[in-house]
């Protein structure tokens, strides 16, 4: 009889075992663009739950993963959505203490993504670690407890891609049989797989050459770090539920309508979808400045959104996401509809909420390009 009981307590504890490698699947979400599908995301975890905050425990092996399904996407497009998240949702205590694993994790994204491309991102709860891998090839590893959590609460925080897709994400399990079949069949070749192992073997050291003696230059002054304290203040949410309706809200004040291309809104950019590999190498300071930036012009931007009244008589909700592009002097350039809700009238406000909010605050030394370009997710939502 006793070694019936100990091999019945091997198999449980070896079932234990499997459950701690292999998380259970929480919930999915499908991500859209310009009314296109781009890829399904997934976050597994030991735990499953409903809440944001059972799956934000950082002693909990989780997983987020990513699988794309539009034929291409540019891998720093999806990198610099994924920070823009990142910005609105963590304090900037946080932002600020993460600024190196961020320059670590986004310096991990190259190329594109083709369809089949798995992405996953792997937090063991014993030691802490997260692991970066691209089809199971491993590309980095980021040993703070902390940091996945940063990378998370861009999913699922107060201010996530869309209500639907944080929701998607917080299903306790219960998620979409049809999503789920597309997802499980969504794999990379084995071409894609031989590809993504070639470009993840580090190249080979050339040994340094010695320097030529160089005359003595002056000191370059020190550049002031951005900072992330009393001037700049968390960011708002983008919930507009205790907004006043329109015949009680305080108009903006008038100014000249600035000259704005106006685009199909269900048409994607060709500059959206272009390689953009032109980009300097990132740098602490250089991540925190765009991350104190995007927060800032967000704020702005929910200073001027109106829940309209028809709206809210009708019960009306939904979530949008414009891309905005304004030039060095914060002037509109470009508003693009990345992800309109089910009602015109939400749309409509949301895109004319940006119109009144320009000119927008003038980008830092930092980022001072011709244009810059970030995108607003805006949500409306009555109170319960």
Same mark, same amino acid.
């Given at each position: 009889?006793?070694?019936?009981?100990?091999?019945?307590?091997?198999?449980?504890?070896?079932?234990?075992?499997?459950?701690?490698?292999?998380?259970?699947?929480?919930?999915?979400?499908?991500?859209?663009?310009?009314?296109?599908? *781009?890829?399904?995301?997934?976050?597994?975890?030991?735990?499953?739950?409903?809440?944001?905050?059972?799956?934000? /425990?950082?002693?909990?092996?989780?997983?987020?993963?990513?699988?794309?399904?539009?034929?291409?996407?540019?891998?720093?497009?999806?990198?610099?959505?994924?920070?823009?998240?990142?910005?609105?949702?963590?304090?900037?205590?946080?932002?600020?203490?993460?600024?190196?694993?961020?320059?670590?994790?986004?310096?991990?994204?190259?190329?594109?993504?083709?369809?089949? /491309?798995?992405?996953?991102?792997?937090? /063991?709860?014993?030691?802490?670690?997260?692991?970066?891998?691209?089809?199971?090839?491993?590309?980095?590893?980021?040993? /703070?407890?902390?940091?996945?959590?940063?990378?998370?609460?861009?999913?699922?925080?107060?201010?996530?891609?869309?209500?639907?897709?944080?929701?998607?994400? =917080?299903?306790?399990?219960?998620?979409?049989?049809?999503?789920?079949?597309?997802?499980? =069949? =969504?794999?990379?070749?084995?071409?894609?797989?031989?590809?993504?192992?070639?470009?993840?073997?580090?190249?080979?050291?050339?040994?340094?050459?010695?320097?030529?003696?160089?005359?003595?230059?002056?000191?370059?002054?020190?550049?002031?770090?951005?900072?992330?304290?009393?001037?700049?203040?968390?960011?708002?949410?983008?919930?507009?539920?205790?907004?006043?309706?329109?015949?009680?809200?305080?108009?903006?004040?008038?100014?000249?309508?600035?000259?704005?291309?106006?685009?199909?809104?269900?048409?994607?950019?060709?500059?959206?979808?272009?390689?953009?590999?032109?980009?300097?190498?990132?740098?602490?300071?250089?991540?925190?400045?765009?991350?104190?930036?995007?927060?800032?012009?967000?704020?702005?931007?929910?200073?001027?959104?109106?829940?309209?009244?028809?709206?809210?008589?009708?019960?009306?909700?939904?979530?949008?996401?414009?891309?905005?592009?304004?030039?060095?002097?914060?002037?509109? *350039?470009?508003?693009?509809?990345?992800?309109?809700?089910?009602?015109?009238?939400?749309?409509?406000?949301? *895109?004319?909420?940006?119109?009144?909010?320009?000119?927008?605050?003038?980008?830092?030394?930092?980022?001072?390009?011709?244009?810059?370009?970030?995108?607003?997710?805006?949500?409306?939502?009555?109170?319960?």
């Amino acid at each position: 009889m006793k070694p019936i009981k100990i091999l019945i307590a091997l198999m449980v504890f070896a079932t234990a075992m499997t459950a701690q490698a292999a998380p259970l699947l929480n919930g999915l979400a499908l991500e859209q663009q310009f009314n296109k599908d *781009r890829y399904i995301a997934a976050v597994y975890s030991d735990t499953l739950a409903d809440s944001a905050s059972v799956l934000l /425990d950082n002693n909990t092996t989780r997983k987020l993963e990513v699988r794309i399904i539009a034929d291409g996407l540019s891998a720093r497009r999806f990198r610099n959505q994924w920070m823009e998240g990142i910005a609105i949702n963590n304090s900037g205590d946080i932002l600020s203490g993460q600024a190196e694993n961020m320059v670590t994790f986004a310096n991990l994204f190259k190329g594109r993504f083709y369809k089949g /491309d798995q992405l996953s991102v792997a937090f /063991d709860g014993n030691s802490g670690k997260t692991t970066v891998s691209l089809n199971g090839v491993k590309l980095g590893q980021i040993a /703070d407890r902390d940091f996945f959590n940063t990378l998370l609460r861009a999913w699922v925080g107060p201010v996530p891609p869309s209500t639907d897709f944080r929701d998607h994400l =917080l299903a306790n399990g219960n998620v979409d049989s049809g999503l789920l079949g597309t997802y499980e =069949l =969504l794999e990379p070749s084995a071409d894609r797989v031989a590809q993504v192992t070639a470009s993840a073997q580090p190249e080979p050291e050339t040994p340094a050459q010695p320097e030529p003696s160089k005359p003595a230059v002056a000191a370059t002054p020190a550049v002031e770090k951005p900072r992330l304290a009393a001037d700049i203040p968390p960011p708002s949410l983008a919930s507009v539920s205790n907004a006043a309706p329109e015949s009680t809200a305080k108009p903006a004040p008038s100014k000249p309508a600035p000259a704005q291309k106006r685009p199909q809104p269900k048409a994607a950019p060709a500059e959206l979808e272009a390689d953009e590999e032109d980009e300097a190498p990132l740098t602490a300071d250089m991540i925190l400045a765009r991350q104190i930036y995007h927060s800032m012009l967000l704020r702005h931007t929910y200073k001027f959104i109106r829940y309209p009244k028809r709206a809210q008589e009708r019960g009306q909700e939904g979530s949008v996401r414009l891309n905005v592009s304004i030039g060095a002097n914060g002037e509109i *350039r470009d508003i693009q509809s990345v992800q309109e809700s089910r009602f015109a009238t939400l749309n409509r406000e949301a *895109r004319e909420a940006v119109e009144r909010a320009g000119p927008y605050p003038a980008a830092p030394p930092q980022l001072v390009k011709d244009t810059y370009q970030f995108t607003v997710p805006i949500t409306f939502r009555l109170p319960d």
